[in-house]
């Protein structure tokens, strides 16, 4: 059974370039959320999408964007990077329910220079 | 707004115990989850409250109570793998989750 994986490992973008990263659930799954980790800091909460549709969104800009496919996979695209957009990207499936855990992937490490 | 509150950093010995507090205010509540992250890598979940009292999962317990506002993890016979951060999170209304900062956790021989 294949938990949650992401893609890529690691990336490295300068300022003003758009980045997108990649997400697949776990098996069973059709819920996904992404977050974002700087170091030494607890996850924050970007956005959700359930049924190819953004169910709930965090405080974060617009830059910020996503995608599910009806496969149920999801792409999280930030446009315009900032220096401060330096963070682990966190991906987490769940099943529809509010009350589900969520089970997180590997992550992204992505480095804005 | 919400906060969620747990130590920096806390410092055991192998064998031990440890408990990790969590206190949070927050608009809504539907449950609360405890995960480990080692350095670089994923959180992993540990256990998930939602009614008071205390719920036992192997060496490791959480217990929770919902009119304090106030959550512990509790690690008995600490093993040097339990090195990491421990994260409290809360569930509020809706599917998303609000971590605290993390409590790095060190354990010594």
């Known amino acids: 059974d294949a938990g949650v994986t992401q893609s890529p490992t690691h990336l490295i973008k300068t300022r003003g370039q758009q980045v997108t990263l990649r997400c697949s659930p776990k098996s069973g799954h059709d819920t996904v959320s992404w977050y974002q980790q700087a170091l030494g800091q607890g996850p924050q909460f970007i956005f959700q999408?359930?049924?190819?549709?953004?169910?709930q969104r965090g405080n974060f800009p617009d830059r910020f964007s996503g995608h599910q496919f009806p496969n149920y996979s999801s792409e999280l695209n930030v446009n315009a990077l900032l220096l401060g957009d330096s963070a682990l990207y966190l991906c987490?499936?769940?099943?529809?329910?509010?009350?589900?855990?969520?089970?997180f992937g590997p992550g992204t490490r992505l480095t804005v220079l | 707004g919400q906060n969620i509150d747990q130590p920096t950093e806390m410092t055991a010995t192998e064998g031990a115990i440890v408990q990790i507090n969590c206190t949070y205010q927050?608009?809504?509540?539907?449950?609360l989850f405890w995960y480990q992250q080692h350095a670089g890598e994923a959180p992993t979940f540990l256990s998930y409250?939602?009614?008071?009292g205390l719920e036992e999962k192997g060496r490791f317990s959480s217990f929770l109570s919902r009119s304090k506002g106030y959550s512990y993890l509790l690690l008995k016979e600490l093993q040097m793998k339990d090195s990491a951060s421990y994260l409290c999170?809360?569930?509020?209304?809706?599917?998303?989750?609000?971590f605290g900062g993390g409590t790095r956790l060190m354990v010594k021989p």
């Open positions: 999408y359930y049924e190819e549709e953004e169910r």
């Open positions: 999170a809360v569930k509020e209304a809706g599917n998303m989750l609000t």
């Open positions: 409250n939602v009614l008071d």
């Open positions: 987490a499936s769940s099943f529809g329910s509010d009350t589900d855990t969520q089970y």
């Open positions: 927050t608009s809504g509540f539907n449950g």
